[in-house]
């Protein structure tokens, strides 16, 4: 069975900090493409970033709205992709999901909360 | 980058029902495009990718079409468990998402 799990999620502060984790399990992650997808408060969905496998050299992707700021990574052996978040902004407030678009599979979301 | 048009914001619908919600990029997709179904406190579960292939263990009473800029989801009977927000997604170019579609008992 196929399992992503989100953790790390928090209230931080602006200008502050934070890392979210995706354990995952149930199939070959080193061969998968992965994604971390945010959704608001009022409910819309947002691509943030991308992370391709060795085999593509790790190549990442950000939305324009995080590019600079945030960056996704992963580490094969534990199965396991990254979402290293700086500078947060009360407009990164948003749950946010793991996910292997190209075969349907998401996590169920963790929330970050970013308000002084 | 791609904007995604999605229409309607809401719709309201009754069981049995056929219902369509629309998406439009703007610019050609090449017909990658997937359509999610969101329940309140759940993750968003895909129903059809590259516009008109139904994902393992999806109803056929969910259907996709559409080509260039293009696409529609179609309900042909609503069941009682439909009724949810729709979302469309591109994956052409990056990544974009609709903006929802609520769909809602009448």
């Known amino acids: 069975e196929v399992q992503l799990v989100e953790t790390g999620g928090s209230l931080v502060q602006p200008g502050k900090s934070l890392k979210l984790t995706c354990a995952t399990s149930g199939f070959t992650f080193s061969n998968a493409w992965m994604h971390w997808v945010r959704q608001s408060p009022e409910k819309q969905l947002e691509w943030v970033a991308q992370?391709?496998?060795?085999?593509?050299?790790?190549?990442?992707y950000y939305a324009e709205s995080v590019k600079g700021r945030f960056t996704i990574s992963r580490d094969d052996s534990k199965s396991s992709v990254y979402l290293q978040m700086n500078s947060l902004k009360e407009e990164d407030t948003a749950i946010y999901y793991c996910?292997?678009?190209?075969?349907?599979?998401w996590g169920q979301g963790v929330m970050v909360t970013v308000s002084s | 980058d791609i904007q995604m048009t999605q229409s309607p914001s809401f719709l309201s619908a009754s069981v049995g029902d056929r219902v369509t919600i629309n998406c439009k990029a703007s610019q050609n997709i090449n017909k990658y495009l997937n359509w999610y179904q969101q329940k309140l406190g759940e993750a968003p579960k895909r129903l059809i990718y590259n516009t008109n292939n139904l994902q393992t263990g999806i109803p056929s009473r969910f259907s996709g079409s559409g080509s260039g800029t293009d696409y529609t989801l179609t309900i042909s009977s609503l069941q009682p468990e439909d009724f949810a927000t729709y979302f469309c997604l591109q994956h052409n170019s990056l990544y974009t998402f609709g903006a929802g579609t609520k769909l809602e008992l009448k």
């Open positions: 996910t292997w678009i190209l075969r349907g599979y």
């Open positions: 992370i391709k496998a060795k085999s593509n050299n790790y190549a990442t």
